[in-house]
């Protein structure tokens, strides 16, 4: 292996990349069956989702707003119930283009790095089921192994995913100019502007327009 291939990472998004599918909606639709939520709840996440789609919410408060309705639950049994969901209900949307890309990050030597704003717990599944090499997610502040309800920041969200990804990159020593970012949300141009090497999968409509007019690859792994 080279420098330059152990010195480069390739970054992956989670929802509509990796995975075909939104998984939030699938959570908050397990939410609803199970009676944790209301209708008005789920109807409300939908409109959320809407939104994050677009880039016109304010994530820090929806995500401070959904850890409020966990505060002092016990973290150990939302990571069961994220073990239990994730296996019977996730993993079956893996995007069929994704592992083939994976695999020749994988033989160049490249570190492969999950980096979503989904939950650690998801996160963790999701890495250990592409066979990633690490995962930076959000984060939900634990106190005597329950939850405050409060988030450690920087979410990982638009800028955030980039604080979070040089933070890796220095403890790393990868160099993010020869790095790899591969998503579908128009809120991560931050992080696709940062790396040398942005890819664009199945993008939404304004993604699509920017990859267009950057030159930036459009791949559909679906």
Known sequence: MTEAE??????????????SVNSTT???????KSGRISRFQYLQGLGFLLAYK????NMDHVMQK????IRGMQEDTIIEWTRD???????????????????THRRL???????????????????????????????YEVQNGLFTGDLVRPLCYGRGK????????????????KSFFYTDSYTDLPMLQR???????????????????NGWPILDWR
């Open 109 to 139: 030597g490249h570190k492969l790095v999950l980096l979503t704003s989904s939950s650690p717990y998801e996160a963790e599944f999701a890495c250990r089921d592409f066979d990633l090499d690490h995962y930076l997610s959000s984060r």
């Open 26 to 32: 699938l959570w908050i639709r397990r939410e609803l």
């Open 162 to 177: 980039v604080d979070l990804a040089e933070e890796y990159a220095r403890t790393e020593c990868i160099d993010l100019d």
């Open 54 to 57: 677009f880039g016109i919410v």
């Open 66 to 69: 959904a850890l409020g309705t």
């Open 85 to 103: 969901w994730y296996h019977k209900e996730v993993r079956h949307f893996k995007a069929p283009g994704a592992q083939p890309v994976i695999d």
């Open 195 to 213: 790396v040398g090497n942005p890819y664009v999968v199945h993008p939404d409509p304004r993604l699509k327009l920017k990859a267009k007019a």
């Open 6 to 19: 152990s010195n480069t990472a390739a970054f992956f998004d989670l929802d509509g990349t990796l995975l």
